[in-house]
């Protein structure tokens, strides 16, 4: 399963990125693509821009299973 993260802030904001899975069977891993970041319970990504991002498929966040 892929989400697009649409994405809306001006230059210089920091901005953080999670994700709550539940439900998914085990050994599914759940990522951030862009940085691959491995969003685990209670953890995110965060980023300060250097540029304003006003777009949609910047970022995305998957499920794959472990390898």
Same mark, same amino acid.
């Given at each position: 399963? !892929? !989400?697009?993260? $649409?994405?809306?802030?001006?230059?210089?904001?920091? !901005?953080? #990125?999670?994700?709550?899975?539940?439900? +998914?069977?085990? $050994? #599914?891993? &759940?990522? +951030?693509? $862009?940085? @691959?970041?491995?969003?685990?319970?209670?953890?995110?990504?965060?980023?300060?821009?250097?540029?304003? +991002?006003?777009? !949609? $498929?910047? @970022?995305?966040?998957?499920?794959?299973?472990? &390898?």
């Amino acid at each position: 399963m !892929i !989400i697009l993260v $649409g994405a809306y802030a001006a230059s210089k904001t920091t !901005i953080s #990125i999670s994700a709550a899975a539940q439900n +998914l069977p085990e $050994g #599914i891993d &759940v990522c +951030l693509e $862009g940085t @691959f970041t491995l969003l685990e319970n209670d953890s995110n990504y965060t980023t300060t821009l250097s540029a304003a +991002l006003n777009e !949609i $498929g910047r @970022f995305y966040i998957y499920s794959a299973e472990q &390898v």
